[in-house]
């Protein structure tokens, strides 16, 4: 895994920096709203992203009581997929989204020799590494860029593949999409400018496992993300 080189700061700071967000959380505190819905949990989006902090929750917008969120290294289904199917089945969210990344240290680590990590490491990279094994044995892709940056980002593309690939196998999932009543959709959060338009700008590269352009850029339900349509493969 990657260390960061950053300034060290003292948990301490951390800590006091907490404050403000605090103090504004509870003064705006949407109670109306929330009282309207019983006070229970009401989310149209369930999220499975990489834990990456440069793939903030709000980039999909508001959070609080909309989006149903599942976080690990290199967004996999199978490190959590009871929150995940939680978030389908019980909360039945209308829309699932695989959010991918650019520079994803996870992909970098899982294609890395990572046995010297620590056992819970190990087995959450392992999940990862098999995701991208499966991938390109089913794909029958060679990812042989000598870009590296294009490399793991081709790389990070097939894996939110294979995880909406997991997503349908199960038939609970499969048939709430049959019947259209969740729709699966897996992007790309370009922090790179690897695909070129742009830093921050994020792609539609899935949708319920079809990931032909073609098809993606004339789908009617796709709305404005018909237009954000890229994939490097
Ligand atoms: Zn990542």
Do not use: W
Not at 4 to 25: D, G, M, N, R, Y
Not at 114 to 142: A, C, M, Q, W, Y
Not at 223 to 231: M, Q
């Amino acid at each position: 895994m990657s260390h960061h080189s950053a300034e060290k700061v003292e948990p301490a700071v951390v800590v006091k920096s907490l404050e403000e967000s605090l103090v504004s959380f509870q003064k705006d505190f949407p109670l109306e709203a929330f009282a309207k819905g019983n006070y229970g949990q009401h989310p149209v989006i369930t999220l499975l992203t990489c834990s990456d902090s440069r793939m903030p929750v709000n980039i999909f917008g508001e959070i609080f009581n909309r989006i149903f969120s599942v976080e690990n290294i290199g967004n996999q289904v199978k490190t959590n997929e009871g929150s995940i199917l939680y978030g389908l089945l019980h909360l039945q969210t209308p829309l699932m989204i695989v959010a991918g990344h650019t520079d994803c240290g996870a992909i970098k680590a899982a294609e890395s020799n990572f046995l010297e990590e620590p056992i819970g490491i190990r087995t959450e990279l392992s999940i990862v590494k098999n995701s991208l094994d499966e991938g390109r044995l089913e794909s029958g892709l060679v990812f042989d860029s000598q870009d590296k940056q294009l490399y793991y980002s081709e790389l990070a593309e097939l894996n939110v593949d294979m995880q909406i690939k997991y997503l349908l196998a199960n038939r609970a999932v499969a048939d709430l999409v049959d019947k259209k009543e969740l729709m699966l959709l897996g992007v790309m959060a370009d922090l790179h400018n690897v695909y070129g338009n742009g830093y921050g700008a994020l792609y539609t590269s899935n949708v319920n496992g079809e990931c032909k352009k073609s098809v993606l850029q004339s789908s009617g339900s796709l709305g404005f993300l018909a237009d954000r349509v890229k994939r490097l493969r």
